[in-house]
DNA sequence: CGGCCTCTTGAGACAGTTCAACCTATGTGG
DNA sequence: CCACATAGGTTGAACTGTCTCAAGAGGCCG
């Protein structure tokens, strides 16, 4: 550190959504943040619709999401996509992709967004100099996983309607944590499409649920704009509790 | 070390299925061992319908298998469970529940087990001594997430026999990398409520569809055993593809 | 202006559920 | 050692949530 003050100054400024994040788990020193914003180095801008990994490739980089939607997903055989979840900024895109020999999904980019490459050498140099940083990725792989797990129970065990009330509190609790929007009202640029592969579901049966919610003064969603209009009743209709995201303040001092 | 060759050996004889497991994964070397061998301090054994981690309770302890079944889970506010996955010896029991503030779901043994306690201090210690055993158990924890995610295609996007199908085959992939049983024929003491909360079916019609997976001359199960008489049409009815599994030799060395 | 994407609604079909009954194997207390 | 309880498995009949197919409307962009 040739320059400590000055810096120190680039780190505050290089605050990311990512460093927002894990700080919220484990309370991250100089030398922490000095490694992770490493990961911010190649930053780069794709447009909607562009696939950022790729099921089946070898040797893929991963990204840390800066600005913008993605999803990431598989492909069916028969032609069927099942979305697996939605990336919003703070968020990797395809760890699982640079852990593993052959990436096991795809990526693609929802809105125009800005991501950060991040190779393997990167991963594996940074748990080296930064052991708190492997604690602090594994718990943000883990809160992923508790997504999909949270996920699994809507398709395994909820209706319809209660699965769409569960993703929409969660997408709300998500962004409220980022500061992007409010827990009851939230932009929101998925189309009906999106949304019937997430939840497995028709994108013609996610339009009728969306009818039903907004008849039942619920929630309504329009113009990409998500609005709850009743957050308790919508909480013990989707048996939402927030615990899974794991938010309230760092735990690893 | 004082005495490197006794200490060799003991590793040696201690080489767990979890080490076996990782070792797949990242070429580890005598101190990781070392390292990794502290994680089989505190073994125990439990009964079967044994709840060894609790959803919703606070500072909880994993697990690491050593012999037995047991099943990770979610109830749903309705008396509803869905279960996660089932775990074999090697697997994590609970990793989230030293990750998170409050465990986000169950652990049950389902037959009668051996597993040795994890505190989440052990875990960051080792992280701290040997950084490539981190890498390591992101990596297990992201082939846990993989096959989650395959799941999670299972519920959203395939058939009831198509779920079942490729279920059994991943069963039957994961235990023969283990070296326990066949790939076509292994044994298994999963009731038809286990496969229903799995698959997100009712027990009833998983009896149906195993009915006419039978009758197709695909598999049969009986009194614990899954005899798959038919791998290739089974593969291309669940569209099974075991890249997920991540399994061909060390990719760190 | 025409084409495409997204949303909307209706009618009929079907995969999987619900409820209910019965069967077998295993274990247990009298 | 029988009587009974319990857990797992099997099958039928009726029901229902979600899908499929089909058609049309609104908005945006080249």
Redesign the pocket.
């Known amino acids: 550190m040739r320059h400590p003050f000055l810096l120190k100054a680039a780190l505050l400024i290089l605050q990311s959504a990512l460093t927002r994040k894990l700080s919220a788990f484990v309370s991250l020193v100089d030398d922490d943040l000095e490694t992770l914003a490493r990961f911010h180095q190649r930053r780069r801008t794709f447009m909607p619709g562009h696939e950022l990994v790729h099921e089946g490739e070898k040797r893929q980089s991963a990204f840390v999401l800066a600005e913008g939607w993605a999803c990431s997903f598989k492909i069916l055989p028969d032609g069927e996509r099942q979305i697996v979840d939605f990336q919003i900024p703070g968020d990797f895109l395809g760890l699982r992709s640079i852990l593993f020999r052959t990436s096991d999904h795809s990526v693609q980019a929802i809105t125009r967004i800005e991501a950060s490459e991040v190779l393997s050498s990167d991963l594996l140099n940074a748990f080296a100099d930064a052991p708190r940083l492997a604690t602090a990725v594994l718990w943000a792989a883990s809160r992923d996983e508790a997504m999909v797990v949270e996920r699994l129970c809507s398709l395994g065990r ?4 209660e ?1 769409m009330a569960h993703f929409l509190l969660e997408l709300g609790a998500r962004l409220n944590i980022l500061g992007i929007g409010d827990l009851t009202d939230f932009a929101c640029p ?5 949304l ?1 592969d997430a939840l ?12 039903r919610l907004r008849e039942d003064n619920l929630l309504t969603m ?1 113009n ?1 704009q998500v609005t709850i209009l009743d957050l308790e009743r919508l909480k013990g209709l989707a048996g939402f509790d927030a615990n899974y995201l794991d938010q309230d303040g760092p735990l690893l001092r």
Do not use: D, I, K
Not at 158 to 161: L, Q, V, Y
Not at 190 to 194: A, D
């Open positions: 909820r209706s319809a309607e699965r998925l189309t009906q499409y999106h019937g497995g579901l028709t994108a013609v049966h996610v339009n009728r649920v969306l009818r329009r990409g």
